[in-house]
């Protein structure tokens, strides 16, 4: 069988098989070759390989279909040798019979030879081949043919035959055997990569991408994993595969329903601390607006009220308006005598009377401790009297008892009003303008009511520049110390009171009335007083040491009282000092004793500890509880300047000044009365049985300097 009829019949096949793809199928996976990274590099391999695969089946094919076309021409030009010599055994051989068997058959030149006898024809032949070699290893001609040589033998009549085979159409037919080939295993390559997709795109591709396009679609739906659930009815590694994922989105349904009930209970949680965030917001609100005592609003919430409602009303249709504060007197001892509990009870209820004489909550406040602002508005039809009325009715119904447990309470009110029409229509400047008034009516031992003034600003000017020089008397040395002497019945001098002076380089002396209130009001008193005590101090240790065995008396604030440390740093300054606790007295007026008693009473036993003599000064000027009195270490009691200057001619100081003697001895403690200014007052204290004295007519006060001559050594 010749090569070319088994390349047709393969090729027939392929045509046969290949029919039933349609162009629908082929243009499939064609878009899927393009679409499909994996299918290009699956085709592209199976292609390469099965190129490959043909390339070394066509190698040893070539070669041996070579050889077969040379031993064919060369079996053609044996066979006519052979029935040549056959039909020339009866006669012998002609030149012209060699040259009519060259010219039928596929020899180019022959040579015979046999008993020496040799006949030639055609192309001389050089170097012959044995013909039953390898024929494709043969050296050729240019013209393309061989040479060959037959041994003697009984098929040749012994003779032995060179000839020169024409080959030339062999490498024509190598070549189209050659295309025939190639184009064969294209189709091969073609048919079993159409086939190999075809099989891939079943089993593989098709289930791939449908696998694709549900992990996407569930991806991008990740709130409805089911919905994309298919039965894994495959048994491979693909069904596996499935299975997995179907397994994944079970489970990432399971997460979800788990997230969804963390994200109720997280939106309940959220919704639950909003709520509590918003009423805490609330509750800071009220907080930062409005008292939490007596539920009124505070300075804030009262000033930003006032100005809304002064930005409301029309400058000429408004009546006559005015910002009332009030000032309860003296609080502070009801709170140390009743407690803080009764105290509160007490603010509650003056709170409560304000506030019904206000329909709006924000214009009645409580500016701060026992102080409450209020708004108090006159149409203007009405005359200038119904607002003086309407401020009596308010005082009046704050200064009714107020009934705690069973106990009445009275408490005298103060006030300050600054009206709009005289004063500034600004809520902060009214507002400041009424307490300055309240301030002053307090003071006012007559007027309960007071109307700011033009002149009330001259006093808080003059009171802010104390106030800034104050805290440079000590560093600029505008501070200095006298000495004022005490005296027993006998005129015998007995100690010294320590009085502070102050020279202001612009505003001159100032009096100790003026500035030491100021400094108590903020707080520099307590700086102050230890400079006093220092240097009260420092100049006993001088006298000490000149013989002096009196006693030194110092006055000491409510603040420095009720601060826990102040009785260390006395006892440091007497060890520093190096003087016996014995000389210094300290002297504590009874408002700063009640102001806080429980805390008064640790620092009173403290300086008892420590040796220190303790006096009472201005008895008599403010509310005091026996009861404490009896309990509290003091040893001294100074009668107040107010009760000796009606001696002896008043009755009443009479009165008030003997039963404060009496009362003191009954106790234990001696008396010095102050104030002493002419021989009457002294002659009747000395009568009454008052044990020392103090004032100008014995002894004025001196420079720290001065030691008198009568001192008691």
């Not at 000092?577 to 300290?586: C, D, N, P, T």
Request: hydrophobic share 45%.
């Amino acid at each position: 069988m010749k090569p070319g009829v088994g390349v047709n019949e393969r090729a027939g096949g392929l045509a046969s098989v290949g029919s039933p793809l349609n162009r629908r199928t082929l243009r499939h996976w064609a878009k899927q070759l393009v679409d499909c990274r994996l299918c290009r590099n699956l085709t592209l391999t199976a292609f390469l390989a099965i190129l490959v695969i043909e390339a070394a089946i066509l190698i040893p094919s070539y070669r041996n279909y070579e050889e077969n076309l040379l031993s064919e021409r060369v079996d053609v030009a044996s066979q006519a040798v052979i029935t040549f010599l056959k039909h020339t055994q009866s006669h012998p051989i002609h030149p012209e019979d060699l040259n009519t068997l060259i010219t039928s058959s596929p020899l180019v030149g022959i040579s015979m030879s046999r008993d020496g006898l040799m006949y030639a024809a055609g192309q001389a032949i050089e170097q012959a081949r044995p013909a039953d070699g390898v024929l494709r290893n043969a050296p050729r001609t240019a013209a393309g043919a061989i040479d060959l040589v037959w041994t003697a033998d009984p098929t040749l009549s012994d003779y032995e035959v060179q000839a020169r085979v024409d080959v030339s159409e062999v490498p024509a037919e190598l070549v189209a055997f050659v295309f025939r080939i190639l184009g064969l295993s294209l189709l091969i390559a073609v048919f079993v990569t159409a086939v190999t997709m075809f099989v891939i795109d079943r089993m593989m591709l098709s289930p791939l991408l449908k696998l694709r396009e549900r992990i996407s679609h569930a991806g991008e739906d990740a709130e409805h994993p089911l919905k994309y659930l298919t039965p894994a009815g495959r048994h491979d590694e693909f069904g596996e595969v499935e299975g997995a994922f179907n397994g994944m989105l079970k489970q990432n349904a399971s997460y979800l329903a788990r997230l969804h009930l963390l994200n109720r209970e997280l939106d309940q949680l959220l919704d639950e601390r909003t709520r509590t965030l918003r009423k805490t917001e609330q509750e800071l609100q009220i907080r930062t607006l409005y008292d939490q005592l007596t539920g009124l609003a505070n300075r804030s919430l009262f000033e930003e009220q006032l100005d809304r409602y002064f930005d409301q009303v029309n400058p000429g249709e408004s009546g006559k308006e005015a910002v009332l504060v009030l000032g309860l007197n003296d609080f502070q001892a009801l709170n140390g005598l009743a407690g803080h509990e009764t105290g509160d009870r007490v603010l509650q209820e003056i709170a409560r009377r304000i506030g019904g004489f206000s329909a709006d909550h924000g214009h009645v406040a409580r500016l701060g401790g026992d102080v409450f602002g209020l708004l108090v508005r006159e149409h203007y039809r009405h005359p200038f009297e119904n607002l003086q009325a309407g401020i009596s009715a308010i005082i009046e119904a704050c200064q009714r008892p107020v009934q705690v447990a069973g106990k009445s309470y009275e408490c005298e009110v103060s006030a300050g009003v600054a009206v709009t029409q005289l004063d500034r229509q600004d809520a902060r400047t009214l507002l400041s303008h009424a307490e300055i008034a309240m301030h002053r009516a307090k003071k006012s031992p007559s007027e309960r009511v007071q109307f700011f003034a033009s002149e009330f600003g001259e006093q808080v000017h003059r009171r802010q520049e104390m106030i800034s020089g104050l805290k440079l008397a000590i560093h600029n040395q505008q501070l200095e110390l006298q000495f004022q002497p005490q005296f027993d019945r006998a005129r015998a001098c007995t100690g010294y009171e320590v009085l502070l002076r102050w020279y202001h380089p612009v505003l001159g002396s100032v009096s100790p009335a003026e500035f030491i209130p100021l400094a108590e009001q903020t707080g520099l008193i307590v700086s102050i007083g230890d400079w006093v005590l220092e240097q009260a101090l420092a100049t006993l240790k001088l006298w000490v040491a000149q013989g002096f065995r009196g006693r030194l008396a110092v006055n000491v604030s409510a603040m420095q009282l009720h601060d826990e440390a102040f009785a260390d740093r006395i006892a440091t300054l007497l060890e520093q000092y190096g003087v016996a606790a014995r000389y210094l007295e300290l002297e504590i007026t009874e408002t700063a004793l009640m102001e806080n008693v429980e805390r008064a009473m640790a620092t009173l036993n403290r300086f008892r500890e420590l040796g220190l003599d303790l006096a009472v000064d201005d008895f008599g000027t403010g509310y005091s509880s026996l009861a404490y009195f009896k309990v509290m270490p003091v040893s001294r009691i100074k009668i107040d300047r107010s009760f000796v200057s009606g001696l002896p001619e008043n009755d009443q100081d009479e009165v008030l000044c003997r039963t404060i003697i009496n009362m003191a001895h009954s106790m234990g403690c001696e008396v010095i009365a102050e104030g002493v200014e002419t021989e009457a007052q002294a002659s009747w204290l000395a009568l009454a049985g008052c044990d020392e004295l103090q004032g100008y007519l014995l002894g004025k006060p001196a420079l720290e300097g001065f030691l008198p001559e009568n001192i008691d050594i």
